[in-house]
Nanobody, 119 residues
């Protein structure tokens, strides 16, 4: 069975840090692009960060660039999101995503972990 399980969320004060983890199983992790999305009440779901399967290149939303870092450990089938200098605007449910484009398109989603940043 396919599993994506996020952990590491919680309550932090503005300016603090959190490290999210997404542990996966049931698919060939190293062949999938991995991403973190977030969604806050009353907002659309936003792509926060993505790391490619091919060369490990990364992309970030402008709102988190310079503060967040996505990384992956293919040996552990795990993707991470290091979040520094957190702001109240970062408050959201953070969800892990896996996507394969070739040889066929497949997408998997985790259940999400809550991040709350207080001022």
């Amino acid at each position: 069975q396919v599993q994506l399980v996020e952990s590491g969320g919680g309550l932090v004060q503005a300016g603090g840090s959190l490290r999210l983890s997404c542990a996966t199983s049931g698919f060939t992790f190293s062949t999938y692009d991995m991403s973190w999305y977030r969604q806050a009440p009353g907002t659309e779901r936003e792509l926060v960060a993505r790391i490619r399967s091919t060369d490990g290149s990364t992309n970030y939303a402008d709102s988190v660039k310079g503060r967040f870092t996505i990384s992956r450990d293919n040996a552990k089938n795990t993707v991470y999101l290091q979040m520094n200098s957190l702001k109240p605007e970062d408050t959201a449910v953070y969800v892990c995503n896996a996507r394969r484009y070739w040889p066929g398109n497949l997408v998997y989603w985790g259940q999400g972990t809550q991040v709350t940043v207080s001022s």
